[in-house]
């Protein structure tokens, strides 16, 4: 069950926290039919994991047209956790690919 979900301003991606499954960066993909299709980016459950919630708030563009996204996640049990993850952005108005591609884990 997703407890807090955090959409990347300016981007289909969405950034959710599990509870004891951590964290999981997804993206969203409507088509001409209003039809919404997700693939998850990446995920990251630390052990005991209790994640309430999940939000950006540094995303750091690099030279080779990925972005670097760094995460502050509320767990009840440690407090805060940062992490990072780099992708490919999914602006505003992206088609879904061909083909579904597996996620990645965040660092």
Request: charged share 20%; net charge negative; glycine share 8%.
């Amino acid at each position: 069950m997703t407890h807090v979900t955090e959409q990347i301003p300016g981007e289909q991606r969405f950034i959710a926290a599990y509870y004891s499954q951590g964290i999981k960066i997804v993206d969203y993909f409507v088509d001409g039919k209003g039809h919404l299709q997700f693939e998850e980016r990446a995920s990251y459950t630390l052990p005991n994991a209790n994640t309430w919630a999940a939000e950006d708030f540094k995303i750091v563009d690099n030279a080779d047209g990925t972005r670097t996204y760094f995460i502050a996640a509320d767990d009840i049990h440690r407090g805060i956790d940062v992490l990072s993850w780099t992708g490919r952005p999914n602006p505003n108005g992206a088609q879904a690919p061909a083909a579904s591609s597996a996620a990645r884990t965040m660092n």
